[in-house]
């Protein structure tokens, strides 16, 4: 007994200990967060050091993410880098800004273009803006274009890809594990279904990607051209090979050439560069005055809460139920926009849509409470970002006016859903499943036998159900007849120039745009035009969960060498396609959800994730 007493002993103490040191753990994190303040921001150069994605709406910290051991990668909100150059211009501390872009992940050619025509706004108010790397591909270089000096690695390259490339296709693998994915659709062009039934494109969905893909390309000509015309950008971008022979296959040298960039050096003299425009400090990392861009943000941007016009915005897949920012949870959205609604403050509405759609369930909620704010005589505008096609493109046509950039890609109307059965798994592990039917549609949908007959014709009824009510939407929304609408919508993707031809968008225009508009319906003066953000206020769990998110980041995130970043990483597109067929085997539902759109944010791979490859791996 006194041995069973001396481990009992030994236990306690144990849980004490871990106990306490949880205790100091939590205290420790406390304390750092109460008393962390920013740096204070001085005479110097603003450091934009873009180590990440450029984003809408960044996802908050989750305790259960950062217990999980996912890569997290930086992301920067779109409105804070424009708000805080657009402070910039007229602040005489900054005396030039410093565009990063080694680390830079993209954000989209529409988001790139908002933030470009920022950057060329400090260049019109004098002050240098001066853009590095180690290689530049399409969203680098959009936003390099702006800056009045484009500098790069001597290893470095300027290889401009365009929109296109592969996607994976599940059919072959699907085949392999013996699942059947069960497709219900409606559009000939709604493609989403395709990865998980063929094995290659079909001719309707390259079609409707090519015409997709050369007007954004045109898009992105326009905007680099704007910013930069010495470029020679027709011939650099149709021949590389050849520009790059000419220059004796010295890449670096080849895009001096073709006026892509204008200095050819090393980080050392590029920091050099910045001390000579912001003054030197021997002490600071780089060795000139830097001001951080998180200070800068903390010192200059202030959180208005109490203006008349309530922005809310949906960004990421859209889903049922509540979801953390960065992903658009219906009853979330639509909560804060009812709670937005009970102050009799509020004037306006303009709805953000980044989103490729999802549940067609969720996304008609989020039109309910925008119809609920119509209702109140409130005007409500959309903004279109990179995407809002499908579910995202539903939330839009509750608006009284869209604006969209000729980059948006949108449309996309179109209903489908995707059962997989595991019949051929079954057989292949040598079992069977069996049962009675005291009706019809006992046991259905049958993910072991597979569906029977009416519950197939059950679904597909559900499926054109929900895509009459779409078209009648957007009908309605747009003053057309459904009929109309049924010709441009059958799953179809457009880029934003197409669509306010075709007449799914009013007009161009960003954020700045549908605010003014949202002012101008809702009569309200020059100096009464503030916004407030109908989102959940920071709080000092987030804080702190901030705090640990950001000694998890990926340091691997940066490209070790210009190869390296114009090839993408492969674990970021195993995730994407991971992410894609892990949405066919979360079971069955209905979505308004362009899946050809791409991501809205690179896909980053958690242990789920891996552990899932080590199975199919093992499969196999």
Not at 443 to 462: F, T, V, Y
Request: charged content about 25%; glycine content about 12%; proline content about 5%.
């Amino acid at each position: 007994m006194k041995f069973v007493r001396a481990i009992w002993k030994l236990l306690v103490g144990i849980k004490d200990a871990l106990v306490l040191l949880l205790l100091l753990l939590f205290f420790g994190l406390l304390y750092a967060g109460l008393s962390a303040r920013p740096d204070p921001v001085t005479d110097g150069v603003l450091a934009l050091e873009l180590d990440g994605t450029v984003v809408e709406q960044p996802a908050r910290a989750e305790l259960s993410e950062l217990a999980a051991g996912g890569n997290r990668l930086n992301e920067y909100r779109l409105r804070d880098l424009v708000a805080v150059l657009d402070e910039a211009r007229n602040d005489d501390r900054v005396k030039a800004v410093a565009l990063d872009l080694e680390g830079f992940l993209g954000g989209g050619q529409t988001a790139m273009s908002e933030l470009s025509d920022a950057l060329r706004r400090v260049r019109s108010a004098g002050k240098p803006v001066i853009a590095y790397s180690v290689g530049y591909t399409d969203d680098h270089y959009q936003l390099a274009a702006a800056a009045s000096e484009v500098w790069l690695h001597p290893l470095g390259l300027v290889a401009i890809a365009g929109p296109g490339g592969s996607n994976p296709y599940f059919k072959g693998l699907l085949d392999k594990l013996g699942v059947t994915a069960n497709v219900y659709r409606v559009g000939t062009y709604k493609a989403a279904v395709e990865p998980f039934t063929r094995n290659d494109m079909s001719p309707e969905a390259e079609q409707n990607y090519r015409a997709l893909g050369e007007a954004l390309l045109e898009s992105w000509r326009d905007d680099v051209r704007r910013a930069r015309p010495k470029a020679k950008l027709d011939a650099y971008v149709g021949n590389l090979p050849a520009v790059v022979d000419a220059a004796g296959g010295n890449l670096a040298r080849a895009a001096l050439n073709a006026g892509m960039i204008d200095k050819i050096a090393d980080r050392r003299a590029f920091e050099a560069r910045l001390a000579e425009l912001g003054g030197e400090d021997q002490d600071a990392f780089g060795g000139y005055k830097r001001i951080k861009l998180d200070s800068y943000i903390a010192d200059r941007i202030e959180r208005d809460d109490g203006g008349p016009i309530g922005v809310v915005t949906v960004a990421g897949m859209i889903v049922d139920g509540k979801a953390p920012e960065g992903t658009a949870g219906g009853e979330s959205i639509a909560r804060a926009i009812e709670k937005g609604l009970s102050d009799d403050g509020l004037k306006a509405l303009v709805v953000r849509v980044d989103s490729p759609g999802g549940s067609a369930l969720a996304s008609e909620q989020i039109r309910q409470a925008m119809l609920a704010a119509k209702a109140k005589k409130l005007p409500v505008i959309v903004s279109m970002g990179n995407v809002a096609a499908s579910g995202g493109y539903w939330v839009a046509a509750g608006a009284d006016y869209i604006f969209a950039e000729p980059s948006t890609i949108t449309g996309s109307i179109g209903v489908f859903g995707i059962l997989p059965s595991f019949q051929g798994s079954l057989e292949k592990l040598g079992m069977g499943a069996d049962g009675v039917k005291t009706t019809p549609l006992s046991g259905e949908p049958d993910l072991l036998k597979g569906p029977s007959p009416e519950a197939n014709r059950l679904i597909q009824s559900s499926v054109e159900s929900v895509y009459r009510h779409f078209l009648a939407i957007v009908a309605r929304s747009r003053g057309k007849p459904a009929v109309e609408i049924d010709r441009i919508a059958q799953g179809r993707v457009w880029d934003g120039g197409t669509a306010r031809q075709l007449g799914l968008v009013d007009g161009f225009g960003g954020m700045e745009e549908a605010i003014a508009k949202a002012a101008e319906l809702a009569k309200l003066g020059e100096g009464d035009r503030g916004v407030r953000y109908l989102e959940r206020p920071q709080s000092l769990t987030d804080s702190l969960l901030a705090m640990l998110a950001n000694e998890e980041l990926d340091d691997g995130t940066a490209p070790t060498d210009a190869f390296a970043m114009i090839g993408g990483s492969p674990a970021h597109e195993l995730a994407a396609a991971i992410s894609d067929l892990r949405s066919i085997l979360s079971g069955p539902r209905i979505q308004a959800r362009c899946l050809e759109c791409g991501p809205v944010a690179p896909a980053v791979l958690s242990r789920g994730d891996t552990g899932l490859l080590a199975l199919l791996a093992e499969w196999f």
